[in-house]
């Protein structure tokens, strides 16, 4: 695969501002990498915005999600059990002031989380019929190579949320030197715990059970669809206008239609795991 995200301090002046409206619809301060990637593409991640934008900031999607995150949240807390060591290990820090506010963190992300799984399933099913298209499709790679390349970014993807929570629970400094000591002690937990979770969810998705679940949520996320206000349109022959011109665009579009759903429902069932505390 020859596609390179697109950061935003490298970005064209379009991309950016298209980035910043992400950012501002989804409240964080940085670009979910899924978004990075389209951002080489700055045409079609134009297109995309507003009508994702529209439906991000409609009451009614806003419903929805609660609805359905109760009933997704239920799932992965009764299917993607932490283990004794790690129950041992929460047990002894969990109640600590630290963990209080790093809660609050993680329902965030789980939301926002859902809210992109929500989006790149409905860009697959909007996309559908996209392996007609693809046979007069130039081949810019290999695609037999494509599960090879993304397989080694996944975790990119799926942890960008638990490293991205790290410098934001930096704590102030402090006069006192036994507060700043405990404090710098509540501090360490947190990466501490990430990477805890980032050891057992690696090996809960090596499991066929969790092949269920994971596939047991696209299927009730694909049932929720037409109930969305807003209607994600991205038609074959739409994203082949604007994407022609790069060479690299036939991996763009086997990236939207096979891996990015499955990574946004795998970094939401993550986000899901992580917040049971």
């Given at each position: ?55 991000l900031q409609n ?134 715990y990430i990477f ?80 049971n505390l």
């Amino acid at each position: 695969m020859t596609i390179s995200p697109v950061y935003e301090n490298h970005a064209k002046e379009e991309v950016k501002i298209d980035y910043q409206k992400i950012k501002k619809a989804l409240d964080l301060f940085y670009v979910p990498l899924f978004f990075s990637y389209i951002g080489a593409f700055s045409e079609y991640l134009n297109y995309l915005t507003d009508q994702l934008v529209l439906n991000l900031q409609n009451p009614n999607f806003t419903a929805l999600l609660e609805e359905t995150e109760e009933k997704i949240y239920s799932l992965i807390k009764s299917s993607l059990l932490k283990s004794e060591e790690m129950e041992e290990w929460l047990n002894r820090y969990k109640n600590s002031p630290s963990f209080y506010n790093f809660q609050k963190d993680l329902e965030k992300i789980f939301t926002v989380n859902l809210k992109l799984t929500f989006i790149f399933v409905s860009l697959r099913e909007a996309l559908k019929g996209w392996a007609v298209a693809a046979k007069k499709l130039p081949a810019s790679g290999s695609f037999s190579s494509e599960f090879e390349t993304i397989a080694k970014k996944e975790k990119d993807f799926i942890f960008e949320d638990a490293l991205a929570l790290v410098p934001s629970t930096q704590f102030q400094g402090s006069s006192d030197l036994a507060e700043s000591k405990a404090k710098a002690i509540e501090k360490d937990l947190l990466p501490r715990y990430i990477f805890l979770c980032q050891q057992e969810f690696n090996q809960l998705m090596k499991k066929e059970e969790f092949v269920i679940l994971r596939v047991g949520i696209e299927k009730l996320i694909l049932s929720t669809l037409p109930l969305m206000p807003e209607k994600i349109v991205s038609p074959i022959n739409i994203f082949y206008k604007l994407n022609e011109k790069y060479r690299d665009f036939p991996d763009l579009l086997y990236l939207m239609s096979e891996h990015f759903p499955t990574l946004a429902v795998q970094k939401m069932m993550f986000s899901g795991f992580m917040k049971n505390l």
